[in-house]
């Protein structure tokens, strides 16, 4: 028995032995196929998290970008450690002509340069990279060139050349893409104005020549940003010509705010007229193309030439058979998040056990397990886009913009001439997330309890998307909302839940739960009863609820009045949450797949509600008259 397993070790330290040889005669060769191999994923998936929302691809897509630096850095680092004397070794001729190839996939596929944002602000660490890797590689193609008989000396030094120029590229793209250069990009040039000591000059000279001088003003009508005829951009090649055409116009100067930088009157002005007098397709037509060149600027021909359509529809034919998009400009998802169904569990999670074994990240990884997403319907869209457009008409000062970014229901309220206490409560005195919370428990409770089987209300359907659409910012992406306890609140109110479930083990269906809660006698304020150190807002927002369903009851109000009351509150609370948020956390989301949340953000500054604007018309020009 001793000399079986005595053999059997044998055996193994061979094999281990023999899978070492080749491992040391294969390893830059693996390597560089291995580096290969991410760059193609990279070039097929890079571009795809533009506009698929899939944590899947997320994760393929960050463990590559990770993964090909720094195989491609291990390989160069072997080959410059395994440099040999050609004329004793003629095969490291032909594996150093692979260093200039691992400099060009250092360079990264044209695809994604920057897996986020962040990584645009290390572009200095990436210049120190450069240096390095571009001394190695020179330094292995240096040893090659010993043996002076090889003809693949001129195949090598094309394709250093190339890989200097194009890891020099990414370097240099990632320095405009930091936020520091970015904005630097966008600022205009130093105006100094009017000429003040010249124009007094002349005003002295003529006044010593006697004449009365006066001042006048110098009118000026701004230009409009798209004076443009359609038959100047006309081409059926195209489709969308129109609105990729306007969208570019709009993203030269819409750019700035991104950057947190301002619009000037003239073009916060031009711009309020061109939506207002346009549809809601091409409103976020134009927005979605702006959004799309944020990510990649898109170049657009605005003439026609049967060369460039022949080549747009080679690349069109050759996209389509490879199942690649080019139409699609972000996910046009709205993800869900719902917190009856998140305290129910009506779907195990898989593998429970192994992820509760990694306690820390069990919770976040729960929530992302009952995220779903919807499509955005176009009638939200056409809704979001008329109670703008009504919006807008008063957008006409800084006052009446700064009154109407902080409208998030309110305004709503008082519209419909709605004056229950608890609505308005739920509204005005209370903070933002608390407000989501209310609502969005409400909305659930209302939406079970209300006999909807024969009917289908289209505003129905849209408070309830955008209901978990708000929950799912205030859970998953906090970071996009106003500043709050929000994710305290929504912790006690699942314990407050799980509390009421625990006690009623029969109810397993989110109908079941809210007609339950609904039972619960609401009558005495639960702050009353349990004091403020629990932040959980179940019962408040019972109240609410049932003030909401006593419109029908005692204001005499239909179905129809409630539910497009409630999906107007909530396009508000919308509006104001993409207004909160900063231009650099819109941007962070393009990579995403996008958020409905950044296009409405867009929309409003398009149609003038914004704050980010001057508040000045420009130079005061005056003239001198003479008399």
């Not at 055409?245 to 002005?269: E, N, T, V, W, Y």
């Not at 490879?322 to 999670?349: A, P």
């Not at 398009?606 to 000045?616: A, K, N, P, R, Y």
């Amino acid at each position: 028995m001793l000399l079986v397993v005595v053999s059997s070790v044998i055996k193994s330290n061979q094999i281990i032995s023999d899978l070492v040889k080749v491992w040391n005669v294969l390893e830059v060769r693996i390597l560089v196929v291995v580096s290969l191999t991410l760059q193609t994923i990279l070039i097929f998936f890079g571009n795809r998290r533009k506009y698929i929302a899939n944590a899947w691809l997320q994760l393929i897509v960050w463990f590559t970008y990770l993964s090909a630096d720094w195989i491609a850095t291990v390989a160069l680092g072997i080959l410059s450690k395994d440099s040999k004397d050609p004329s004793t070794d003629p095969n490291f001729i032909v594996m150093a002509i692979w260093a200039p190839f691992l400099l060009v996939h250092l360079g990264g596929p044209d695809t994604i340069t920057a897996y986020s944002l962040e990584d645009n602000e290390l572009w200095l660490r990436h210049l120190l990279e450069l240096f390095y890797q571009v001394a190695v590689a020179l330094y292995v193609v240096y040893k090659s060139w010993k043996w002076k008989g090889s003809h693949l000396h001129f195949v090598t030094i094309p394709v250093l050349v190339a890989g200097i120029i194009k890891y020099g590229e990414r370097t240099w793209s990632l320095r405009s893409g930091s936020s520091k250069n970015f904005r630097e990009s966008i600022l205009p040039p130093p105006d100094p104005g009017p000429n003040y000591a010249k124009f007094m000059d002349h005003y002295t000279e003529k006044k010593a020549e006697g004449y009365n001088v006066t001042l006048g003003k110098v009118i000026e009508n701004p230009p409009m940003l798209l004076g443009h005829s359609q038959g100047a951009i006309a081409n059926d090649k195209i489709p969308d010509v129109s609105s990729l055409h306007d969208g570019f116009c709009f993203f030269k100067i819409f750019k700035c705010l991104f950057a947190d930088l301002i619009l000037s009157f003239q073009d916060h002005r031009s711009s309020q007229i061109f939506f207002q007098t346009t549809d809601w397709k091409h409103a976020f037509q134009v927005v979605e193309v702006e959004l799309g060149l944020i990510w990649a600027i898109l170049w657009l021909s605005k003439h026609k030439n049967w060369g460039v359509d022949l080549l747009y529809k080679s690349i069109s034919w050759f996209q389509k058979c490879c199942m690649l998009s080019h139409t699609r400009r972000w996910s046009n998802l709205m993800s869900q998040f719902n917190l009856i169904r998140f305290c129910l569990k009506d779907e195990s999670v898989k593998c429970i056990t192994i992820l509760k074994l990694i306690f820390h990240f069990y919770p976040s990884l729960e929530k992302s397990y009952y995220q779903d997403t919807e499509i955005v319907p176009p009638e939200l869209k056409e809704l979001i886009f008329e109670q703008l457009k009504v919006k807008s008409e008063e957008a006409i000062n800084i006052e009446a913009c700064k009154q109407l970014c902080a409208d998030r229901g309110d305004r709503v309220l008082e519209k419909w001439r709605c004056h229950d206490g608890d609505i308005k409560r739920s509204i005005k005195e209370v903070e933002f997330d608390q407000s989501i919370l209310l609502w969005h428990i409400a909305t659930d409770l209302c939406y079970y309890s209300d006999d909807l089987n024969h009917v289908s209300f289209q505003s129905c359907e849209i408070s309830k998307l955008l209901s978990n659409y708000m929950l799912y910012l205030l859970v998953i992406c906090p970071f996009m909302l106003p500043n709050g306890i929000g994710q305290i609140r929504f912790e006690d109110t699942c314990a407050e839940v799980d509390e009421l479930l625990k006690e009623r083990k029969y109810i397993s269906e989110s109908d079941q739960a809210c007609k339950m809660i609904l039972r619960v006698n609401t009558e005495i304020p639960p702050s009353e009863v349990k004091g403020d150190r629990s932040k959980s807002v179940l019962f408040d927002a019972c109240r609410l609820a049932k003030s909401l369903q006593s419109l029908e009851t005692e204001e005499n109000w239909s179905k129809e009045q409630k539910w497009e009351m409630m999906s107007h509150v909530w396009v508000e609370m919308l509006c104001h949450a993409a207004n909160q948020c900063r231009g650099l956390h819109h941007g962070k989301q393009l990579s995403k797949g996008g958020e409905l949340l950044t296009h409405v953000w867009l929309l409003m500054a398009h149609l003038g509600i914004t704050e980010q604007f001057q508040i000045s018309r420009g130079h005061a020009r005056e003239k001198l008259l003479l008399s």
